[in-house]
C-alpha cells in the first residue's frame, strides 16, 4: 500500500518570503507524484507533476518540486510566495503498478497562508 | 481544455430524499472518478469507472450509487443519506486507468439535514 505524508499542516509566510513544503510517500516500486492546489472555495487544480527524468520540475505560478528518490520525497518550493498563494496543498502520489490502476493517494494537506 | 463540470454547485436534502450529483468531461478521457472531501482533510476516493465500467468501490456504503451512462458523463445517486455524509463531493477523470495525471471538477457541496 502506498502513503503520503506532509509534516507541515500550517505554515504562515510573509510575502516575499522563501517557501518549502515537505512531502514523503511510502512506496516500493515506481510512484507517479504530483501537488495539487485549492484556493478558498475553489477546486482542486494540478501545480505540477513528476514521472520521470529530470527530478526539478516546474510547475504554474513560479513553484517547483525535487524528487529525491533516495528520500522517498517531493518537497514543493517557490523563491517568493504572494499573498495570492493562500492555499491548501496536497501533495499525492500514484504507485505504479504492472497490471495497471489509478489510484491516487493523497497527503493531508498543508494550509499556507501569506500575510502582506 | 481540461475542464471537468459538476452539478449542482450545491445540494441541501433530507435524509429521506433521492438525489444525484451529475459529472462531465469532453476530454477524451476513459477513466472517471468520485471522492468525497471533508472540511480540511484530503480527498478520499469512493469510485472508479473505466471504460464505463466500475472498476473500484472503495467499500462505500450502499447510500451512494453511481452510474456511467456513457464516457463523458458520470452520476451520483444518494438515497437515504445520514448527516455525516455532508462533504464536498469531487468528481475527476483522466486518460484511462493508468493514465497518472487526473483533472478534478469544482464539487458539489452537499449537506444533509
Known amino acids: 500500500a502506498q502513503s503520503v505524508s506532509q509534516h507541515n499542516h500550517h505554515v504562515i509566510l510573509s510575502e516575499a518570503a522563501s517557501l518549502e513544503l515537505g512531502c514523503n510517500y511510502s512506496?516500493?516500486?515506481?510512484?507517479?507524484l504530483f501537488w495539487y492546489v485549492q484556493y478558498p472555495g475553489q477546486h482542486l487544480q494540478l501545480l505540477l507533476k513528476?514521472?520521470?527524468?529530470?527530478?526539478l520540475v516546474k510547475g504554474i505560478k513560479g513553484f517547483e518540486a525535487e524528487f529525491i528518490k533516495s528520500k522517498f520525497s517531493f518537497n514543493l518550493r517557490k523563491p517568493s510566495v504572494q499573498w495570492s498563494d493562500t492555499a491548501e496543498y496536497f501533495c499525492?502520489?500514484?504507485?505504479?503498478?504492472?497490471?495497471?490502476?489509478?489510484?491516487?493517494?493523497f497527503g493531508t494537506g498543508t494550509q499556507l497562508k501569506v500575510e502582506l | 481544455d481540461t475542464e471537468v463540470t459538476q452539478t449542482p454547485k450545491h445540494l441541501v436534502m433530507g435524509m429521506t430524499n433521492k438525489k444525484s450529483l451529475k459529472c462531465e468531461q469532453h476530454?477524451?478521457?476513459?477513466?472517471m472518478y468520485w471522492y468525497k472531501q471533508k472540511a480540511k482533510k484530503p480527498p478520499e476516493l469512493m469510485f472508479v469507472y473505466s471504460y464505463e465500467k466500475l472498476s473500484i468501490n472503495e467499500s462505500v456504503p450502499s447510500r451512494f450509487s453511481p452510474e456511467c451512462p456513457n464516457s463523458s458523463l458520470l452520476n451520483l445517486h444518494l438515497h437515504a443519506l445520514q448527516p455525516e455524509d455532508s462533504a464536498l463531493y469531487l468528481c475527476a477523470s483522466s486518460q484511462g486507468t493508468s493514465g497518472p495525471t487526473q483533472y478534478f471538477g469544482p464539487g458539489t457541496r452537499l449537506t444533509v439535514l
Open positions: 512506496y516500493g516500486g515506481t510512484v507517479n
Open positions: 513528476y514521472f520521470s527524468g529530470d527530478p
Open positions: 476530454m477524451g478521457h476513459r477513466a
Open positions: 499525492a502520489v500514484k504507485g505504479i503498478l504492472t497490471g495497471g490502476g489509478n489510484k491516487l493517494t
